[in-house]
Every structure is written in C-alpha cells, then in structure tokens.
C-alpha cells in the first residue's frame, strides 16, 4: 500500500501486488472511464511523507504508451498520462510538478493495464455526501462506458412530459446544439415526433444513443418483440441502442400483439378493470428473456430495467442469459440512492438518472428551487439546472433532463465542475429523499418503491 505523499494527481494508477490482490491507492480511488474524460482514476495524497521523494527518480516515461512506471516494495505502479495544466491553481506552488493530461487516446492502453482487475467497473457512487470528492471529475457532454465497452453520451435529452410538436423542434435543437443522446419511450407517446427531429436534423442515426423503454402493457412475452417494432417503426430507426422495462408492473394488455399501435392511446397504455389499472403478475425472468431475444435479432443493441431497487435487479441478474447494461432511475440532490448506486456498480450495471431536476407532477415543490440549489447557481453565475445536471454528472452517472426551450436545452448541455464546497452544499439536499415519481402509489394502487 503506498503511504500518503506529496499532493499531487495520478490521471490513472494501476497496481499490481505480486500477492495477487491489486491493493488501493487510496480509500477514495475513483474511476472514471470516458472516451473523452479527463481522469480514470484520481489518487489525492497528502504532503508530509518522503517516500514519494525517494522512489521518484525512479519513474520511467514511455513515450509510445503514454505511462509512466516505476516499483514500490511488492507493488507495481503504472500512472497513465501526464499534466499539462493543473486542475487547481492552488497546486501550482507545490514543490514537485503536478500531472494531468487528456485521457482520450489512453483508453486501449489503460483497458490492458487494469486487466489485472477481474470485475473492473467504474465506481458510480459514494457511502455518504462527505466521502465524495469533487475531485472526481467528469467533462459534461463526455461519455460513459457501459459493461460492453459501448458508450453512453453523459447528458442526453428526455422527451417526457412535452405537447404536441414540441418534441420534435427539441430533437431537432438539441442534435444541432451537439447531444446525440435521446431518451424516448412508449408511454410517451411521441416517438414518432422524435424521429422526425433525428431526420430533420440530419444527424446520422449510427451516432446517436437512443433509448427506449418497454411498456407495462407488454410485459407478456408474447408482447416484448411486437412493442419493440412498435416503436422501431414510430422512431423510423432499425434499432435502439438500449431498451429498458419502463417499471416493474405489468398491466393486463388489450388486444393481441400483432395490433400494437406504433402510438398508442391513454386507453390502450393504461387499461381499465372495475375504474382501476388492470395489474397483472408476469415472471421478470420470462419478460427478460424475451427481451434477450431482442438483442439477438439485432432490433436492439442493449437491454435493462427501468425503476427497480436492488431485488428486483438480483432475480434478474439470477435469470439472465445477457446482463443489464443500465438501469434507469430517478436521481437528483434531492434523492441520492446510494445503495442503489454502489450496487450497480457492483455489478457493472451503468445508471441513467431521470428527473435530475425534480419536477411538480404530483404537485411537490421542485428540487431545481430549492434555495441551495438557486444561491449555488447564483455564485457560480449558472442556472439551477446546470448545477443540477453538474452534481449528476459529478457522480458518474448519465443525465436526461427534458426541456422544449431552445435556451435550455443548450444551456444543460454546457460543461463546467462543480468544486468540493458546492458539491458538498447540493449533497446534503439527500438528506431529504424527495421521490418526485411514484406512480405506483399515486395512480396504480401497486408498492414499487
């Protein structure tokens, strides 16, 4: 284990223990990997320690692979990359040269280096708001990796909650402001709008993330391909890069599944038995396995679940030929599921956050105005909902905020970090565990949550 040293960064640091277990370089080793991030793995050591100074000179830099190496007792360390502009200007004065450097071309390279790790995952969480640091950094508009080795843009556009023809100038806007993630679904009943704007903005399809989501109408496996095309043929594409059960409730369908309507009406997404929801048990596990079909016609490229906590994820993962790749859930200052998030990152299952602005659909306040979030915005002359979407992405997670204003939607793709004393002030907002989307308690009759 190396001891604290001199304060300095590590872009990314692989260890190798000739015992066999890779030991930590600190207890707050975070990593990150983007194809265009600036750091994969941070190591933030203190000052006092000579140990630095003696093994040092003893680093090696290798031009052609971009790392430097050096040995330290039993351990092997490689530090990937180097500064060329120091992340925090009060480190400038600091007695020994601070590394730093872009990641982008370092990917190959940092995969082999840290092959050593037989369950690598990027770290997407933290125990507790004062256990994060802000030093784990994520450029906005970057990308995550999910457990393929595809990507993920960090901040896509949601398309919930929108009138009609306002989606489709928002596609539209948000491709020519340079997203190129969008997230749709069925209930939404707008995906032909959506492909409408991917057309109009002519952005090539092979560069877009777009998700979709699986209606609890069509939960029977019978359903699952018949719902897929559904909304293929609406979005006018070939394929979905991911497609997630939307929740964890099935409703009993109307009709057979060669009559699914490619946009579908109130009636149809929300069926009726005696004025309520008509709800129906369907094994997960037969539902996922049809979804697993899916991606081995080529309809879809990955499959995962929408709102499910960690049991459900288990029975999947139990189940399952083929791994969730996301889970999407709501995530916000006010809502920061920790456990949830450690755990998926366990199990290498990357995390979309929805609602990463809270929003005043069951009439609750909403958390972009909150006080904190609104005096942080102000200090750093941004709006509540860049820091919203900063403090998001700061956790390692993907974003879709949803706008219909060209201006926001331009603004919410801007990239900038939040620093540890504002990050520190929006955590604590968790504290209140605000959920802004239950349907299940407020329409469905059915505990979810």
Not at 215 to 231: F, I, M
Request: aromatic fraction near 10%.
């Amino acid at each position: 284990m190396l001891d604290p040293v001199l304060r300095f960064w590590i872009v990314c640091i692989v260890l190798e223990s000739e015992k066999g277990t890779p030991p930590a370089a600190d207890p707050e080793t975070w990593y990150l990997f983007h194809s265009r991030g600036y750091i994969c793995q941070y190591s933030c050591m203190g000052s006092n320690n000579k140990s630095l100074r003696t093994f040092m000179p003893q680093m090696q830099f290798t031009r052609e692979a971009r790392y430097v190496s050096f040995q330290h007792d039993s351990v092997k360390v490689c530090i990937v990359s180097w500064i060329v502009q120091p992340l925090d200007q009060s480190l400038i004065n600091r007695p020994f040269r601070t590394f730093t450097g872009v990641f982008r071309d370092l990917l190959p390279t940092t995969k082999r280096l840290v092959a050593v790790y037989k369950r690598y995952q990027p770290i997407q969480s933290f125990r507790s708001p004062s256990s994060f640091s802000y030093f784990t950094i994520m450029s906005l508009g970057r990308t995550c990796t999910l457990h393929t080795g595809a990507k993920i843009p960090t901040v896509g556009l949601g398309t919930w909650l929108s009138k009609p023809d306002e989606v489709r100038k928002a596609v539209l806007c948000a491709l020519q402001a340079g997203y190129r993630h969008l997230d749709c679904a069925y209930v939404y009943r707008n995906e032909d709008e959506v492909g409408q704007g991917i057309r109009e903005s002519g952005v090539p399809r092979e560069d877009i993330f777009i998700t979709g989501k699986l209606w609890n109408t069509h939960h029977r496996p019978e359903y699952v391909k018949a719902a897929c095309k559904a909304s293929l043929a609406a979005l006018g594409v070939s394929y979905l890069d991911s497609y997630l059960i939307h929740w964890p409730v099935c409703f009993a369908p109307e009709g057979k599944p060669e009559d699914t309507p490619n946009v579908p009406t109130q009636e149809y997404l929300f069926p009726k038995k005696d004025g309520k929801v008509a709800i129906e048990e369907v094994d997960f596990a037969a539902t996922w396995k049809a979804m697993e079909e899916l991606v081995d016609e080529g309809l879809v490229k990955h499959i995962g679940v929408s709102n499910f906590d960690i049991p459900r994820i288990e029975y999947i993962l139990k189940n399952c030929r083929i791994r969730p790749a996301v889970n999407q859930v709501e995530l916000h200052p006010g809502l920061l599921q920790p456990e949830l998030l450690e755990f998926c990152a366990k199990e290498n299952i990357h995390i979309t956050a929805y609602s990463p602005l809270g929003n005043n659909v069951y009439g609750k306040e909403r958390i972009i105005d909150d006080p904190v979030i609104v005096n942080v915005a102000k200090k750093l002359n941004k709006s509540p909902a860049q820091v919203c979407i900063a403090f998001a992405a700061q956790r390692g997670v993907s974003v879709v905020p949803k706008s219909v204003t060209p201006s926001r939607i331009v603004d919410n793709f801007q990239d900038f970090v939040l620093e540890k004393e504002d990050f520190d002030e929006v955590a604590k907002l968790g504290a209140r565990n605000i959920r802004y989307n239950d349907p299940g308690t407020e329409e469905w009759n059915v505990k979810i949550f």
